[in-house]
Antibody, heavy 116, light 107 residues
Framework: QVQLVESGGGVVQPGGSLRLSCAAS????????MHWVRQAPGKGLEWVAF????????YYADSVKGRFTISRDISKNTLYLQMNILRAEDTGIYYC?????????WGQGTLVTVSS | DIQMTQSPSTLSASVGDRVTITCRAS??????LAWYQQKPGKAPKLLIY???NLESGVPSRFSGSGSGTEFTLTISSLQPDDFATYYC?????????FGQGTKVEIK
């Protein structure tokens, strides 16, 4: 069955960097577009980034454009989110999700806390 | 950017009630709309895609309708497992936006 397992979250100071990973299994990773979606504590869902099945196209929310980079390693069946110049408002749970355009499957999320 | 507005923000209902949640888009999105259910501490779960298509395994008491800028999610007979927060999401030309959510509470 489809499994998406996020990792890499933690506590980081404002201005710092963090790289999230999402290990995929149970499906052909190279055939599917992938998303990152986040949720601030007690708040709603916010779409962050999307990468095409072959990595050829990437799209970002305005709030993270220029600071975050989505990528994928087909050989490792892993999705990444490189987050730079982190701000307090980037705090939240980060989910990876499978499929395009709709998110049919979601991981359980990894918590990122940006605080001094 | 396309904005999504859900109403109401909170809804109090009883088991067996018919429940309707509305989602409005700031511009036409055809039928590129999905609905998700989220329970506390859990990841969202897809219920409906392309406005009215029921995701596999989702109970038939859930239904979606609408096109253009106005959409609805209906639960025909609310069950105890349905108390949760519901989000609409538009997907249009490589841009995705969620509504702010509707919390369905026990009356």
């Amino acid at each position: 069955q489809v499994q998406l397992v996020e990792s890499g979250g933690g506590v980081v100071q404002p201005g710092g960097s963090l790289r999230l990973s999402c290990a995929a299994s149970g499906f052909t990773f190279s055939n599917n577009g992938m998303h990152w979606v986040r949720q601030a504590p007690g708040k709603g869902l916010e779409w962050v980034a999307f990468i095409q099945y072959d990595g050829s196209e990437k799209y970002y929310a305005d709030s993270v454009k220029g600071r975050f980079t989505i990528s994928r390693d087909i050989s490792k069946n892993t999705l990444y989110l490189q987050m730079n110049i982190l701000r307090a408002e980037d705090t939240g749970i980060y989910y990876c999700a499978k499929d395009a355009p709709v998110c049919h499957y979601w991981g359980q999320g990894t918590l990122v806390t940006v605080s001094s | 950017d396309i904005q999504m507005t859900q109403s109401p923000s909170t809804l109090s209902a009883s088991v067996g009630d018919r429940v309707t949640i509305t989602c409005r888009a700031s511009q036409s999105i055809s039928n590129w709309l999905a609905w998700y259910q989220q329970k506390p501490g859990k990841a969202p779960k897809l219920l409906i895609y392309e406005a009215s298509n029921l995701e596999s395994g989702v109970p038939s008491r859930f239904s979606g309708s609408g096109s253009g800028t106005e959409f609805t999610l209906t639960i025909s007979s609310l069950q105890p497992d349905d108390f949760a927060t519901y989000y609409c999401q538009q997907y249009n030309i490589y841009s995705w936006t969620f509504g702010q959510g509707t919390k369905v509470e026990i009356k």
